[in-house]
């Protein structure tokens, strides 16, 4: 943390007066959870057991290795196949939660069905055209009368792509062990996000 504080204080500067443009910091979103676990005393980690995990009975989210743990990990890769050390790096709220494809389902569907503190992060702040807007925590493309709430994460040899909508009641993850560093990885991942919804039944119950 003294490194972080030596670094607002001394070197880091503001490229726009905050409120006029919206651009995504990996920075900003550690602070943010920073300055959450200081009025709160407690650990990123517990909050998100506290809030997300243990409500949902999310079995496998955790920011924190052991060496159980880390038996289970799927090991990323680089851009010529081979595996990348699976240490932590560095960061906590923006890419150091690890989970399963199991425990994200059902965070999806608690935010497909939740009317209460889940759809905070689903409120806009900023549009970027007529069919795109960015959100406290998610962005959603609009497509005909649908919202497609989503986001896309990557950290070294792991990239992640969620996508959900509310009215549909659908969505699904996407998680890969390819390097985040990959030029062209991004373009082939939404490609599949693009083809997966669109081959998706939407719900017509609330079963789904």
Same mark, same amino acid.
């Given at each position: 943390?003294?490194?972080?504080?030596d670094?607002?204080?001394?070197?880091?500067?503001?490229?726009?007066?905050?409120?006029?443009?919206r651009?995504?910091?990996?920075?900003?979103a550690?602070?943010?959870?920073?300055?959450?676990?200081?009025?709160?005393?407690?650990?990123?980690? &517990?909050?998100?057991?506290?809030?997300?995990?243990?409500?949902?009975?999310?079995?496998?989210?955790?920011?924190?290795? /052991?060496?159980?743990?880390?038996?289970?990990l799927?090991?990323?890769?680089d851009?010529?196949?081979?595996?990348?050390?699976?240490?932590?790096?560095?960061?906590?709220?923006?890419?150091?939660?690890?989970?399963?494809?199991?425990?994200?389902?059902?965070?999806?569907?608690?935010?497909?069905?939740? /009317?209460?503190?889940?759809?905070? *992060?689903?409120?806009?702040?900023?549009?970027?055209?007529?069919?795109?807007?960015?959100?406290?925590?998610?962005?959603?493309?609009?497509?005909? &009368?649908?919202?497609?709430?989503? *986001?896309?994460?990557?950290?070294?040899?792991?990239?992640?792509?969620?996508?959900?909508?509310? /009215?549909?009641?659908?969505?699904?993850?996407?998680?890969?062990?390819?390097?985040?560093?990959?030029?062209?990885?991004?373009?082939?991942?939404?490609?599949?996000?693009?083809?997966?919804?669109?081959?998706?039944?939407?719900?017509? &119950?609330?079963?789904?």
């Amino acid at each position: 943390m003294i490194k972080l504080y030596d670094y607002l204080a001394n070197r880091c500067f503001l490229n726009s007066t905050p409120g006029e443009k919206r651009s995504y910091s990996n920075l900003g979103a550690e602070i943010h959870g920073h300055i959450i676990t200081l009025v709160t005393n407690k650990s990123y980690e &517990d909050l998100m057991d506290d809030v997300i995990s243990f409500p949902l009975d999310r079995q496998n989210t955790f920011i924190q290795f /052991t060496d159980e743990r880390k038996k289970n990990l799927v090991c990323g890769r680089d851009v010529k196949g081979n595996i990348i050390g699976n240490d932590d790096i560095g960061i906590v709220v923006a890419g150091g939660i690890k989970f399963t494809a199991k425990d994200m389902v059902k965070y999806i569907n608690a935010c497909i069905k939740d /009317t209460s503190y889940f759809s905070i *992060a689903e409120q806009g702040t900023f549009d970027e055209d007529e069919h795109n807007t960015k959100c406290l925590g998610w962005g959603y493309y609009r497509y005909n &009368d649908l919202r497609l709430y989503g *986001a896309f994460g990557k950290t070294p040899g792991y990239s992640c792509r969620v996508i959900f909508e509310k /009215t549909a009641r659908v969505g699904f993850v996407l998680l890969s062990n390819v390097s985040a560093n990959l030029s062209s990885q991004e373009d082939y991942i939404v490609q599949i996000c693009r083809e997966l919804f669109n081959s998706i039944s939407f719900a017509k &119950d609330d079963k789904h």
